[in-house]
């Protein structure tokens, strides 16, 4: 069975960085599209970025604004999402996601959620 789990968030303040960590497992993933979304506080879940687990595309969301990066270490079965210059409104709970398809485009649906880690930035 496949699972995600989410790492790395935390309570930071604005302008800090951080690089959320997805380790996945229970496949070999190939063939995958894995990706982030994020949940603002009463706010309906937002796509963030996604990437092809054999580095074929990436895809990113307009907010995303060139502060986000998403990545694979393949060999270590981990998706990263690195967050630069957070903002308050970047708040939110960010879930790892997986979809087994590959995709060129941004993915309509996805299969697999990890449980989410907490982003908290303060002015």
């Known amino acids: 069975q496949v699972h995600l789990v989410e790492s790395g968030g935390g309570l930071v303040q604005a302008g800090d960085s951080l690089r959320l960590s997805c380790a996945a497992s229970g496949d070999t993933f190939w063939g995958f599209t894995l990706g982030w979304f994020r949940q603002a506080p009463g706010k309906e879940r937002e796509f963030v970025s996604q990437?092809?687990?054999?580095?074929?595309?990436?895809y990113g969301a307009d907010f995303a604004d060139g502060r986000f990066s998403i990545s694979i270490n393949s060999g270590k079965n981990a998706v990263y999402l690195q967050i630069d210059a957070l903002k308050p409104e970047d708040t939110a709970i960010y879930y790892c996601?997986?979809?087994?398809?590959?995709?060129?485009?941004?993915?309509?649906?996805?299969?697999?959620w990890g449980q989410g880690t907490q982003v908290t930035v303060s002015s």
């Open positions: 996601v997986a979809e087994p398809r590959t995709a060129t485009e941004r993915l309509p649906s996805w299969k697999f």
């Open positions: 990437i092809s687990w054999n580095h074929d595309s990436i």
